[in-house]
């Protein structure tokens, strides 16, 4: 009955946040990742407004589950 048993297939392999830094070339990939591993200069919120404002709409709790490993990136 259950020998077929497994976990289920994420639906993507990158967050969003992975996706996005792809994308970006080097030095904003840079910039990006150095506001991700600061959050005690950009809070998740702050950094999503700004993103927006430049044109990337990535949701404060996008960027939170990111920061705390909680996202396709860090699943094994």
Excluded: F
Aim: positive net charge.
């Amino acid at each position: 009955m259950l020998e077929n048993l497994a976990p289920r297939k994420s639906k993507s392999e990158y967050c969003k946040i992975a996706q996005v830094l792809q994308k970006l070339d080097e030095s904003d990939a840079k910039i990006l990742t150095d506001a991700l591993d600061a959050p005690e200069v950009w809070s998740a919120k702050g950094l999503s407004t700004a993103l927006r404002e430049r044109g990337l709409s990535i949701a404060d709790t996008t960027l939170s589950k990111h920061r705390n490993r909680l996202c396709a990136c860090y699943r094994g």
